[in-house]
């Protein structure tokens, strides 16, 4: 039995088409996605691509000039006098017809008005004048170490050590716990140096008095004088970071132009042996043998927990110390937790053996035989 259809061939030729056009974007789309190119992912970029010699940043105040600035004085109708000067150290630029000018600490209006005042009546009638700091060398802030865009920054106004970080792109991941500010000593007073904490200062002298002593001792002797005017003196001061970040403000000192800010990075420990994350960890404050052995994920079973031993140099002597400790005592909390300090290397032994392994030790680029094993 034949069952006749209703569609005329007009009509099937439509419905194939809607199929075809409705197909087709499904079809075309399925090859077209796999020519596609998969998303870009930039990838991370050194530090140094970012660097850049020096960033100006607009103060609050009205900038002031410096010494080493470079400005252009601009006066109409007078072409000598139309061009850039560098302030000299002593604060002065020389200029035609009125000689040494006094510009620093002078704004850029004020300095225009002192020539305009100079050069009104004798030279000039009304002069119009105009100056622009060209080069803020003056207000020169170096930061290296552990942040983002270490380098040299020319910086209006007086940053403090957070903006300083913040402009230097923050810290990077491997940042230390003290940033140090290295200060060059301008004049030997007895007050309070202007880079100090907001509420308290926390300032260390590089040379400590035995050796301002023994320098004295010895100058006398020669009939020279124990402070040379041209031996450079500098101040040290620390800031906690993690302090700061943790809302401790203190902590944010006040940096001065020609200050040297130096954040290392963290000091790391290293932990071997039987622990199932053997490896190197960034120490952070306060960081006990407790702590290493859990970041460490645990020791295994065939540790001996009560021969551990940590290997530490003396930073005084340079000699490398051995350090024995109950690890089991101090995870069941029996003995006291030892404080773990930079570069200290924990090894846990296995229990099969009597002496730790030499090649346990050089993966951590230490020579074993330097190292005295005794258990």
Sequence with gaps: MRIQSSISPAQLRKVIAVVVVVALPTIVGTGQEKRQPREYQRPAQSTHEYATPGIVVSPDKEYRIGASDVIEIEVVDAPEMSRAFRVNVDGTILLPYIGAVQAEQKTAQELAKIIKDGLNGDYFVDPKVTVSVKQINSRTFFIQGAVQRPGVYQIEGQPSLLELITIAGGLSESYGA??????????????????????????????????????????????????????????????????????????????????????????????????????????????????????????????????????????????????????????????????????????????????????????????????????
């Design 178 to 375: 003290t940033a140090f500010i290295i200060r060059k000593i301008k004049q030997p007073t007895n007050r309070p140096s202007e880079g100090t904490p907001v509420t308290n200062q926390v300032a260390e002298p590089i040379s400590s008095h035995g050796a301002d002593q023994q320098k004295e001792s010895s100058s006398s002797s020669n009939g020279e004088s124990p402070n040379p005017k041209n031996v450079a003196q500098y101040d040290l001061i620390k800031a906690n970071i993690n302090g700061l970040l943790r809302g401790n403000f203190d902590q944010n000192l006040i940096v001065e132009p020609g200050d040297i800010i130096h954040i290392p990075p963290t000091d790391v420990f290293f932990v071997a042996g039987e622990v199932y994350a053997p490896g190197s960890f960034p120490l952070k404050e306060g960081t006990t043998l407790r702590q290493a052995i859990s970041l460490a994920q645990g020791t295994t079973f065939e540790a001996a927990r009560d021969r551990g031993v940590i290997f530490r140099e003396d930073p005084a002597s340079g000699k490398r110390q051995e350090i024995s400790v109950d690890i089991k005592d101090v995870m069941s909390g029996k003995k006291e937790d030892v404080a773990i300090l930079a570069n200290d290397i924990i090894i846990i032994p296995n229990s099969r053996f009597k002496s730790v392994s030499g090649a346990l030790l050089k993966v951590f680029g230490y020579n074993s035989a330097r190292i005295p094993m005794r258990y």
